[in-house]
């Protein structure tokens, strides 16, 4: 069944039955003549490129940052055209919805390929769960509250996150204990490089905290959709103490889907800074894991350092230890770090990608000479 199909999941006729770029190019002969064609079959593949474009609107630190080419990718049909555009740029930087990137030049002196597909398909159904393919650029926080309206439960934590779909798998986003890597079932990429198509299992998206293999790839990879095993009965998920304190006095068995994706909104919306008002990327610093040794001898030195066990050593609470070094609240100059929120770098207003950069670089240097611990930067830097 198909709920919504702008969006064409069976590329492998539409790739055959078509013309590549460079065949029409050369039909339409060389010389000035290839010139304008140029344009024209621009539109024939129904992808437009602008030039110089304005990248504040699409990032949502609203960095002014000049694009020296734009384009958006909005259905397979498009994917002649994009690896065409990557090997006549020699790549391309993919955009979602900007939220979790930092452009840090005034030019960016190549071509920006914002993902623009919609669609979602059921591909599964029975009693228990739901399968779900769904297009790289739906938006994530829309897709989260659909499923929660039609009983597709457990997305309901990651409720509220900016981005798109397609960018969820990159840093497998989390929030309030849960991690989008639970609910993936498969990711759907396209090589801009060579033109394969592969779809990645979730087992070898090589998923961790805030990490996957698209962390550590060449950026050749266009994922076009991911596809979600959600369940049908809904269990809440509380076991994060933030969670649990906003459940407190509440009848857990009569929460729905959609209740909790609310009281997630609500929690996100009293602790985060609106990005329409304070640009952002979330939490700019991952959490830091140290050894079990590292962490002993800092608890010595500090008896309320916040930490959380894991399997692989101790994580502790980067926004802690970035308090402790008197950067919350404190603005410096067109940056600073969030009132309510430590581990969130905020633009107050015409910072540049560079003052944003440097500004953490200072942080990261407090807390190393504080603690010893060197943060490390979540945000994609551009
Ligand atoms: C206020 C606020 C709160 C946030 N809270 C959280 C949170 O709780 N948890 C969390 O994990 N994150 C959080 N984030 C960060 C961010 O929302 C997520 O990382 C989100 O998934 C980024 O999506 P995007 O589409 O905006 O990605 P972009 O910033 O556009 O891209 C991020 C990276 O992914 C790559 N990429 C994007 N789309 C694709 C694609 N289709 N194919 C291949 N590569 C792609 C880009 O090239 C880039 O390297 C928050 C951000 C904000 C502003």
Not at 17 to 26: E, M, N
Not at 53 to 60: Q, S
Not at 134 to 147: D, H, L, T
Not at 360 to 368: D, H, N, P, S
Request: glycine share 8%; aromatic share 12%.
């Amino acid at each position: 069944m198909k709920i919504r199909t702008p969006f064409h999941f069976d590329e492998t006729p539409l790739r055959q039955s078509r013309v590549g770029f460079r065949g029409l190019v050369s039909r339409f002969g060389g010389g000035r003549e290839i010139i304008r064609t140029f344009a024209m079959v621009f539109q024939v593949f129904n992808i437009m490129v602008e030039t110089n474009k304005n990248l504040k609107d699409f990032n949502t630190f609203s960095i002014d940052c000049i694009a020296r080419e734009y384009a958006e990718f909005k259905s397979a049909e498009d994917f002649d055209m994009v690896q065409e555009l990557y090997a006549r740029r020699g790549g391309l930087r993919i955009l979602g919805g900007g939220s979790n990137t930092v452009f840090t030049e005034e030019v960016f002196d190549g071509c920006v390929l914002r993902v623009c597909n919609r669609g979602i398909e059921v591909l599964e159904e029975n009693e228990d769960f739901v399968v779900l393919r769904v297009a790289a650029g739906e938006v994530w926080r829309e897709f989260v509250r659909w499923c929660c309206e039609k009983m597709y439960c457990g997305l309901e934590n990651l409720a509220a996150i900016y981005g798109t779909v397609g960018a969820t798998p990159v840093q497998n986003i989390g929030a309030y204990g849960v991690q989008v890597a639970d609910y993936i079932e498969r990711v759907e990429c396209f090589n801009m490089a060579t033109g394969e198509m592969r779809s990645v299992n979730a087992r070898d998206c090589e998923f961790d905290y805030r990490y996957s293999r698209w962390k550590k790839g060449n950026g050749n990879e266009l994922i076009y959709s991911v596809v979600f095993r959600l369940r049908k009965h809904f269990v809440p998920q509380t076991g994060y103490a933030a969670v649990a304190r906003m459940l407190e006095g509440k009848e857990v068995k009569d929460l729905t889907p959609l209740a909790m994706c609310d009281m997630i909104t609500n929690l996100r919306n009293s602790k985060l800074p609106d990005v329409t008002v304070l640009g952002n990327a979330g939490s700019f610093f991952k959490n830091p894991t140290v050894s079990e040794e590292v962490f002993e001898r800092l608890k010595a030195e500090d008896e309320n350092l916040v930490s959380f066990k894991e399997n692989k050593g101790v994580k502790l609470s980067a926004a802690y230890l970035i308090e402790r070094c008197g950067f919350k609240g404190k603005r410096f100059g067109n940056v600073g770090m969030h009132a309510k929120q430590a581990l969130v770098l905020v633009n107050y207003g015409g910072a540049t990608g560079k003052e944003i950069v440097a500004f953490a670089k200072q942080v990261i240097e407090t807390v190393y000479d504080k603690y010893g611990v060197r943060l490390e930067i979540e945000a994609h830097i551009v």
